[in-house]
């Protein structure tokens, strides 16, 4: 059974800093692209990831967080993590991992195309 369980949501002041995890089981890890989703509430979940890695370890970013989120990942822990930097009330949201297997082909962490997800963890940034 896949499961995706995110952790570190929490409430912080603007300029802060977070960091969520997730960790990934019942699936090969290195396998599979991997991203970070956000859902304003009330509003639809974004359709890019604001952040990816990809199964050879390349990054991508979403023009709003680049330069102050970092997507790593720990093979030895099966774990995706998103260190979240300069927190902005702007970035208040649920935030959701997800898997897509790569077959080879690529990632390009798109929401739809993403097979596996986690239950989501709440940020919230006040100002």
């Known amino acids: 059974q896949v499961q995706l369980a995110e952790s570190g949501g929490d409430s912080v002041q603007s300029g802060g800093s977070l960091k969520l995890s997730c960790v990934v089981s019942?699936?090969?890890?290195?396998?599979?692209?991997l991203g970070w989703f956000r859902q304003v509430p009330g509003v639809e979940r974004e359709l890019g990831a604001i952040?990816?890695?990809?199964?050879?370890?390349?990054?991508s970013y979403a023009e709003s967080v680049k330069g102050r989120f970092t997507i790593s990942k720990d093979y030895a822990k099966n774990t995706l993590f998103l260190q979240m930097n300069s927190l902005k009330p702007q970035d208040t949201a649920m935030y959701y991992c997800?898997?897509?297997?790569?077959?080879?082909?690529?990632?390009?962490?798109?929401?739809?195309?993403?097979?596996?997800w986690g239950q989501g963890v709440l940020v919230t940034i006040s100002s």
């Open positions: 019942g699936l090969p890890f290195g396998d599979y692209c």
């Open positions: 997800a898997a897509a297997a790569s077959n080879g082909l690529g990632c390009d962490f798109i929401e739809p195309h993403m097979d596996y």
């Open positions: 952040a990816g890695i990809s199964d050879i370890g390349t990054t």
